[in-house]
């Protein structure tokens, strides 16, 4: 008790320290989902941050409808709105053309994916590790469950939603992740690969042979849909650099086609079983 | 007693809740912003100055888990780092004189560049693989931490001095 009395301070201080330790601890070996502690505090938080983004959005957007070129940007908006599916239905389209022969077919099933698309905005990023995942504004009630493949708003495969997934809010996993692993085929040559992130606004396609000769800087890379989570046919990035290395892959750098400094408006993609978009 | 609990977990409450929303307003309006300035380790400088050193650790605890539950990152790193950066925040500035702007300012450069350090290290030791400082932006956090933090405090000081 008179412990206590006099080093009370420096227990509390050590007792939360413990606290932390053992929270990092059972963490590790990494690569598990976020614990249930974790997900709780993410779930308490997350329609705070919703609040406080749509608060500043809220005003931002008084600000410039009300007081500058209002119809203009109006309309700015509706078209962006239009467009955003516009672009999504083209991917489709294009997947979709090589695989359905009547137009029928076609019709019914641009129909019904536009119907099951959720788009979502984000409204979070990662405050220290950053290119790993951002926060979006759709959670469970919107129909978001963790595995879904999510693009940007011209098509481009951005990551897939993660645990935490709460009632309004969601964590995309990024490809720009080291811990991400995209299943990816180049458009020209059909160089199959598994594509990580490199910590920065980079990606690396891994566990290419230095003895394949197929491959070239500047080829894009589309998902497979081996990995049963991203559909097939996305489009990924570009390749940048491809380096020998002293090992027996090469060293290939992947330049993603989704901007993270611009990302605003996403797709979430509905789940598949794979193969197909 | 119990009354200053009281009083003092409402402010870490309201404190978290301002960090947190900080944050949201930083990453909605510029995220590039968040490699310079870290609303947490902000909001924690802040309000465990001149506090006791009990606040400031639970304030640490809290804001740290709540950041660590919004990133991929290792849960528990940010909450353990900001834990001991409240703590040494509230102990030390109620030992030695932080008052004018220039001293606290040193003061919580200091404190804000140690938790870096310690973050760093954690994070090194956890992943096992170097601190991404995005090309040296990240170092200028505990600057940005310092001047921003003794602004506030500065500012708060002279609005309580005009009231009484």
């Not at chain 1, 708003?153 to 692993?181: C, F, H, K, W």
Request: hydrophobic share 50%; proline share 3%.
């Amino acid at each position: 008790m008179a412990l206590w009395e006099k080093r009370k301070s420096f227990l509390i201080l050590g007792a939360l320290v413990l606290f932390h330790l053992l929270l990092i601890s059972v963490q590790i070996p990494l690569g598990g989902e976020k614990k249930l502690f974790g997900r709780a505090v993410f779930f308490v938080f997350s329609p705070v941050q919703r609040t406080a983004v749509s608060a500043f959005r809220g005003l931002r957007s008084v600000w410039t409808n009300y007081f500058d070129l209002r119809r203009v940007r109006e309309d700015n908006q509706n078209l962006k709105h239009e467009l955003f599916f516009l672009e999504q239905e083209k991917r489709a389209l294009e997947d979709r053309l090589s695989q359905f022969r009547a137009e029928a077919d076609v019709r019914e099933n641009l129909a019904a994916f536009r119907k099951s698309l959720i788009p979502a905005r984000v409204i979070g990023t990662d405050a220290v590790n950053y290119f790993r995942s951002v926060i979006i504004d759709r959670g469970s009630l919107a129909g978001v469950k963790p595995d879904m493949a999510v693009c940007d708003r011209y098509g481009n495969l951005v990551g897939r939603t993660i645990t935490p997934v709460s009632y309004d809010e969601a964590m995309v996993q990024l490809i720009t992740d080291p811990e991400s692993s995209v299943s990816v085929v180049s458009e020209t040559d059909k160089v199959v690969g598994i594509l990580s992130g490199k910590r920065d606004a980079l990606c690396t396609l891994k566990y290419i042979l230095a003895t394949v000769q197929t491959g070239k800087e500047g080829e894009g890379l589309i998902t497979t849909g081996f990995d049963r989570i991203y559909p097939a046919g996305l489009h990924v990035g570009r390749i940048m650099s491809i380096k020998p290395t002293a090992t027996v892959f090469k060293e290939i750098t992947v330049l993603p086609y989704f901007s993270y400094a611009t990302l605003d408006i996403v797709a979430v993609l509905p789940a598949v079983s794979g193969g197909t978009r | 007693m119990r009354e200053t609990v009281l009083r003092d977990a409402v402010r870490a409450a309201l404190a978290t809740l301002a960090s947190f929303a900080f944050y949201s307003l930083l990453g909605a309006a510029r995220p590039s912003t968040l490699i310079v300035l870290n609303a947490f380790s902000l909001v924690v400088v802040t309000f465990s100055v001149g506090r006791s050193e009990v606040f400031g650790a639970v304030l640490g605890s809290v804001c740290g888990l709540v950041q660590d539950s919004f990133s991929l990152g290792v849960f528990g790193v940010a909450g353990l780092t900001k834990t001991l950066l409240g703590f040494w925040t509230g102990y030390v500035s109620r030992r030695i004189d932080v008052a004018s702007f220039f001293r606290n300012a040193v003061f919580l450069l200091v404190m804000s560049a140690l938790e870096l350090i310690l973050w760093g290290l954690l994070n090194t030791l956890v992943l096992k693989e170097p601190i991404d400082f995005r090309h040296g932006l990240m170092l200028l956090q505990p600057f940005v931490t310092a001047l921003l933090g003794s602004l506030i405090l500065y500012l708060a000081r002279k609005v309580r001095a005009r009231r009484a």
